[in-house]
């Protein structure tokens, strides 16, 4: 459904986006991760035919970003959510809704019913004729969102959609999208919280200016770093962690009265571990497997960069 | 280009507007002040000395009678300032920008919105002042002054070419300014050259008779097609979201 072929973009001197290569399929969640300033907007601006590409391709179903007619037709089948709202805080709720369905060319009837069914969806409904200036941040969030439905566009870009909103907030928008997921829209969502893409992403592009790694959440966190085992001991000294360091080959870090020990298959080798320590001593009183979170993968392929 | 999708634009333009106390303000009080105010100028000026000449009255109700074309060229920087601005702070420009429409067909709506409720004031108030001005000036003149081709001219023809010469600076000055109030301050600008005009045939320079009137609007006709090439150069879309926001 987007397919992007060496994309880029320059700002003058600065290059905001290079050689991008891509695809998201139909009826797939595609977030982009990368710290601010990593291109992140930018991409989704030259998708949404909103700024021009320096060079490269980029399809979106089948019409091409950046030619004269297909920016138009681009723009007919996608539904954006950007990092502000843009909302028309003297309109009220269902102004702003109306006002975008019928940009969008949705015929009136058909407007009408999804302007209520999102709005009942988001549990603005009852505010609908309330102005925009007076909503909160939340609601507006979600009132942006409903924009982004109205036309029901096949394919999505939001551009971090829970960014600055309080965790129940957040937490509505997220399963908003969940939602949204389940009834196969294509999502493309640009994101600072990595949990969030955990949780809703089918594959995850991780972007500083180059795009540095693609993949679903579990490749990335099974090719990049390797599990860990977490043992507290009653007391850990140094005699016990050289001796252990003699016995096992595996990286050990101590943290406390923890030992933190890379494996890599830890069925195998934790059996091991722990009579290396209760052999020298050791009193084991608690061991914990530790999963590595998308964070570790983002913080360390960003630091790798660096 | 379809006009369509510009109505759309600026049918919510002038939503906006008449939902703003300092835009509905600027509409009425203009309008209002030269409509009924100036016919009681005409009414109570030189009333100890018996009122104003019959010879002096139609080179003053001429005068009055330019104020029109001085509001044609102010009201709608006001509005077109709102317009433009006003996406900046809302930064409702992404989204709309996003949607499926021209660059043309958003600036030709936003045009019209700045144009058409500045423009209907100033023919609503022109009627009132021309009703009030017939009423206080009949006696002394034996007739009634208004309509004329005067008027005419400036009310058909001079003020809504001022008016567009008006919106098209606001959209240049607009792209600049991050605030409506100074984009209006620096719009005014558009109007010194038709006070000038004014002053000029105030201290007898020029007479604003129908061949003089005929050559301001060919001059602002051309300042229009001018400034509509700036106008439509500094609206483009990646210009207006990188640099305008």
Known sequence: MITVENLTKRFGEVTAVENLTFK??????????????????????????????????????????????????????????PDNVGLYSDLSAFENLDFYGKLYECPEMLRRENIERFLKMLGLWDRKDARVGSFSKGMKQKLALARSLVHEPKMLFMDEPTANLDPESAKMVRDFILELKKQGRTIFLNTHNLDEAQRICDRIGILKTKLLTIGS?????????RPKTEIRLAQVNEALVSALKKLIPNKINV???????????????????????????????????????????????????? | MRISKAWIVATKDMRVFIRKRYTVY???????????????????????????????????????????????????????????????????????????????????GKSIAAFIPPVAAIYISSIVFMVLANLVTHNTLGYSYFPNWTIGLILLLLAPLSAILSIEWSVIVSSRASDPR??????????????????????????????????????????????????TKSFQREEILTKWT
């Open chain 2, 182 to 231: 100074a984009a209006q301050m620096q719009g005014l600008f558009i109007v010194l050259p038709i006070a000038a005009i004014y002053v000029a045939s105030e201290v007898g320079a020029i007479s604003l008779d129908i061949k003089t009137l005929f050559i301001i609007s060919g001059v602002i006709l051309a300042a229009d097609i001018i400034l509509f090439f700036f106008s």
């Open chain 2, 26 to 108: 600027s509409l009425v009080l203009f309008p209002l002040i030269v409509g009924v105010g100036l016919p009681l100028v005409l009414r109570f000026a030189g009333a100890r000395h018996g009122g104003l000449s019959s010879a002096r009255l139609p080179i003053i109700m001429n005068a009055f009678s330019f104020f029109y074309l001085i509001g044609a060229a102010t009201l709608p920087t006001v509005l077109a300032s709102y317009s433009l601005v006003g996406e900046k702070i809302e930064k409702s420009l992404e989204p709309l920008l996003a949607a499926p429409i021209t660059d043309s067909e958003l600036l030709v």
């Open chain 1, 24 to 81: 998201v399929e139909e009826g797939e969640v595609f977030g982009f991760l990368g710290p601010n300033g990593a291109g992140k907007t930018t991409t989704i601006r030259m998708l949404c035919c909103l700024i021009s590409k320096t060079s490269g391709e980029a399809r979106i179903g089948d019409y091409q970003i950046g030619k004269g007619t297909d920016s138009l037709q681009i723009r007919k089948m996608i539904g954006l959510v």
């Open chain 1, 255 to 306: 943290s406390g009265d923890k030992l933190i020990i890379d494996v890599t298959d830890p069925d195998k080798e934790n059996p091991t571990i722990i009579a290396a320590i209760t052999l020298n001593g050791g009193q084991v009183r608690e061991v914990t497997q530790l999963v590595p979170t998308l964070e570790d993968v983002y913080l360390q392929i960003v630091k790798e960069t660096e």
């Open chain 1, 217 to 225: 959440p579990e490749q990335l966190r099974e090719s990049l770093t």
